[in-house]
């Protein structure tokens, strides 16, 4: 699997925006670039994915540079409850392959 | 969406024993890993649980140490055998149907290995 380089952590203000950076300077063409978080003491969730375009949906969205080569996963409005750990992945959208894990990025939200 | 559960939840085991997780998925999925999570730590992939074969594991993982069982579409073990206290850590369940995108995930089981 190709690499993610993310920030280790990030602070965010409540009820402002956050937007989380993650390089991907090797992936291949046929690499999805997906966004998980994992809330405290609950399993890793599904926030969004995308391949090329930028990518909306209720929770984020996601900003794909035109090289694929970095994405930013925006969040719009900050809350408490946005307070996790975020993980970039990239993964081939074949039914076989299983996710695998980077360090990702602590966001810590402030109220 | 596919809903899953681990049983149990947390436990504490002694040095020497085995554990076995349960994991159980409200619908039926195509693919089913298994994943641990060590303390401040990422996730790391233990195995992807094959029906009705033998599991495929990452490397670093064998099978005497973290047997797998996959009796059916919504239904997997992991045993955790001959434990220390350095396999204290949260064990994931995860599943996936085939052609979609998302990848769900169970609450996980808090070990911990006196």
Known sequence: DAKTTQPNSMESNEEEPVHLPCNHSTISG???IHWYR???SQGPEYVIHGLTSNVNNRMASLAIAEDRKSSTLILHRATLRDA???????????GNTPLVF?????????? | SAVISQKP????CQRGTSLTIQCQVDSQVTMMFWYRQQPGQ??????????????????GFVIDKFPISRPNLTFSTLTVSN???????IYLCSARTGGFYEQ?????????VT
Do not use: H, W
């Open chain 1, 38 to 40: 994992q809330l405290p």
């Open chain 1, 30 to 32: 046929t690499d999805y």
């Open chain 1, 102 to 111: 980077g360090k990702g990025t602590r966001l810590s939200v402030i109220a």
């Open chain 2, 9 to 12: 939840s947390r436990d504490i």
């Open chain 2, 42 to 59: 990422s996730l790391t992939l233990i195995a992807t649980a094959n029906q009705g074969s033998e599991a495929t594991y990452e490397s």
């Open chain 1, 84 to 94: 996790a750990v975020y993980y970039c992945i990239l993964r081939i959208n074949s």
């Open chain 2, 83 to 89: 434990m220390s206290p350095e396999d204290s850590s």
């Open chain 2, 104 to 112: 769900y995930f169970g609450p996980g089981t808090r070990l911990t």
